[in-house]
């Protein structure tokens, strides 16, 4: 892709934002910390808006702040300043209480690292969310079968991670993070521990199921070949979003 198609992409990217209800707004987000006596800066002040089925990249080399700005996002660690909005809801200001449900209704991870249940099977893993959602085990069992089968594993359901290829187990965990459909998906370069072929395949199948599903995306990676796959490109670089 040329750079000017790529910059007409993320123009067309950026209004269609712009045109459709926000699922995730940060605003003024920092965050620093001591060290040494010094004090670092991981994340200057970011505003990001990721619109309702949009799925946005999110590029910077290692140390540019991307998994700080995830755990910011995904609620799972304070001393951030500024604002955070998830499905209109301003969430930097709940409790711990708050997050925790905001996280289980609203949001879906997916890790470099599948952190996969060892103990449970591959159904299992998927359905266990909705379980702890409320859903009964049925409507759990069917959901998880058909997101598995969607992704190319319907076939593996009984399985345990261990017998699971890293492509397999990564699948498995896309479809964890899409089994109580969330609005927002949260992923922090989720093909990094995969060999590129495989990587690409899994990658598509995560986008393809990702727009069907209607959720919106924030996805962190190293890798531009990858990222313009997707429908806007945001870099992060020193803590400050361009």
């Not at 040494?36 to 994340?43: A, C, K, P, S």
């Not at 591959?122 to 266990?128: G, K």
């Not at 909705?130 to 079968?145: C, K, N």
Request: hydrophobic content about 40%; glycine content about 12%; charged content about 25%.
């Amino acid at each position: 892709m040329s750079d000017a198609s790529r910059s007409e992409r993320g123009r067309r990217g950026s209004a269609a934002s712009d045109a459709v209800t926000p699922i995730l707004e940060t605003r003024g987000l920092s965050r620093s910390f001591s060290q040494g006596g010094e004090t670092i800066h991981v994340l200057r002040g970011v505003d990001l808006t990721v619109g309702a089925g949009e799925i946005v990249a999110l590029l910077g080399p290692s140390g540019s702040g991307k998994s700080t700005l995830l755990q910011a996002v995904g609620l799972l660690e304070g001393g951030f300043a500024g604002s955070i909005r998830i499905a209109e809801e301003e969430a930097a200001k709940l409790n711990a209480h708050g997050r925790t449900v905001m996280r289980r209704d609203r949001l879906g991870f997916v890790y470099q690292f599948h952190h996969l249940l060892p103990d449970f099977s591959a159904l299992e893993n998927v359905a266990l969310p909705q379980l702890i959602h409320g859903a009964e085990r049925p409507d759990a069992d069917a959901r998880a079968t058909a997101l598995l089968s969607a992704l190319g594993v319907g076939h593996r359901l009984s399985h345990r991670p261990s017998q699971l290829s890293g492509g397999e187990q990564q699948r498995v965990a896309v479809a964890r993070a899409l089994a109580n459909r969330p609005a927002l998906i949260l992923a922090d370069e989720p093909t990094g521990n995969l060999d590129e072929g495989t990587a690409d395949v899994v990658l598509a199948e995560f986008l393809r199921l990702v727009r069907e599903e209607g959720s919106a995306a924030l996805i962190a990676t190293h890798n531009e070949r990858l990222a313009g796959r997707m429908d806007r490109v945001v870099r992060l670089h020193e803590g400050v979003l361009a």
